[in-house]
């Protein structure tokens, strides 16, 4: 089974990822009862570091996943509820469509909350908190949209989020996902640093040895290593960084439970479960993504910046999941949701 596995994986990936292709990829899929990795290019093309299972690339949007589980924990343990107003925690949001808008409709993208910071054109400026209060506050249905009513990405809404969840706690989103989750899963190589002057990392100099180099999906250099991106100019912003070795242990914990504490196995089982039915295909749950296709449900959650891709794929019914981490923008990571994942379930 093993080799069945590794032939498929092998067989659509490595073309994604040649000498002619920028930077390079790390792959971890859990099938089997196993965690089986694949590495190919360099962490930094000037020096030909190869990537590695212990490389630390940029999770770009698969940080929500984190964030949505502290929101399951802590309903779990009665420490918030989906339907209380973010207002509660926040009362300095007291616009008159913010302050109706709700925890669980942030963590399922069902706020109707979409700021210019969320779409093209991007901005060339950042903002600071309470710049970013003052939007909300301001923001006005653009085309009807109501709380809970509609399903609208918006990176926006989990900047907003996260200070909610660290109002409720008083404690910083770093310390919150590390003590809450990342320690508990036995994940020591995944974090969000300060960062620094030039958007760069504060990390101590072993842990950005093992950083990658970004790139553009043309080749280009972006950043330096470990660069932290962020439209937001406060603490908290910026990048999370793991490893395939750690998000192969999240994977497993996802799909087998392999967590001691029982609430926190709850939790990431209410993730998983959708929350708002897009259409027939496509639904949304607490920042995973349901898309049903002929013989399988996919639940997954793809992330990706101008020199990062990344990408997080589970099929609960087979006990099989994926992670790919890219070290370039653009990476075709729909190859695990529509070909790996689909070709793994069939064996």
Known sequence: MQARISDIVTRELAPTAT??????????????????????GFADGATKRPVTPDTLFSLASLRKLFEATLVALGTERGELRLD???????PELHGDYVSRVTIGELVTH?????LPTDHPPWPNETFSRDQ????????????????????????????????VLERRYGIPIS?????????????????????????????????MQRMVQGYSYQGMPIGPPGNQQSYYDFPGTGQMFSSTHDLGAFIRACLDGAVIDPELRTALEMTEREQFRVDETFGQAMAWEHVRLDNVTVIDKPGGLNNASAYVGLVPSHRLGIVLLANRGEYPHEIARYRILPALARL
């Open 19 to 40: 000498a002619a292709e920028p930077g390079g990829l790390a792959a971890a899929v859990y099938a089997d009862g196993e965690l089986t990795f694949f590495d190919y």
């Open 175 to 207: 310390a919150l996902i590390e003590s809450r989750i990342l320690r508990p899963l036995g994940m020591n190589s995944t974090f969000i640093p300060e960062r620094g002057e030039d958007n760069r990392s504060v990390a101590q100099p072993a842990i």
């Open 110 to 114: 069902t706020s109707g909350l979409l």
């Open 84 to 90: 209380d107003p973010v207002s509660k925690y926040l």
């Open 132 to 163: 970013l209060i003052a939007m909300l506050n301001a923001w006005t249905p653009q085309a009807g949209e109501a709380p809970g009513k509609q399903r609208i990405y918006t990176h926006a809404g989990y900047v907003l989020l996260q200070l």
